[in-house]
């Protein structure tokens, strides 16, 4: 059974930089998609960044691009994200998640389609 662990997360000042880890444990992820998502305080889980399986596709929300990156390590089977030039607004709860297989750039990013998840990490952007 496929495990998630992510790392990495915590207080930061706005223009400040983290780096998300996301170790596997259980199987590899070489053929899993691997998404990172956050949640807000009273907000929905959405989607930051995703990357397939391949490694050759990736996806950001509007609101990140260009200021995270989404990377991935198979030999390490981890994934990361690094985070520049963090706002208050990236605030949240970060969860990765997996999912097996091929899937559209479309679909990439949708946090339905994940089956599984990490118990998250907290990163706060305060002054």
């Known amino acids: 059974q496929l495990q998630l662990v992510e790392s990495g997360g ?5 223009g400040g930089s983290l780096r998300l880890s996301c170790a ?35 996806s950001y929300a509007d609101s990140v691009k260009g200021r995270f990156t989404i990377s991935r390590d198979n030999v390490k089977n981890t994934v990361y994200l690094q985070m520049n030039s963090l706002k208050p607004e ?24 994940y089956d599984y998840w990490g118990q998250g990490t907290q990163v706060t952007v305060s002054s």
């Not at 053929?31 to 990736?58: L, M």
């Not at 990236?90 to 969860?95: E, M, P, S, W």
């Open 90 to 113: 990236d605030t949240g709860v970060y969860y990765c998640a997996a999912e097996f297989g091929v899937l559209t750039v479309q679909r990439m990013c949708v946090t339905q389609i």
């Open 24 to 58: 596997a444990s259980g199987s590899t992820l070489d053929h899993y998609n691997i998404g990172w998502f956050r949640q807000a305080p009273g907000k929905e889980r959405e989607g930051v960044s995703c990357i397939s399986s391949s490694g050759d596709s990736t």
């Open 10 to 14: 915590g207080l930061v000042q706005p």
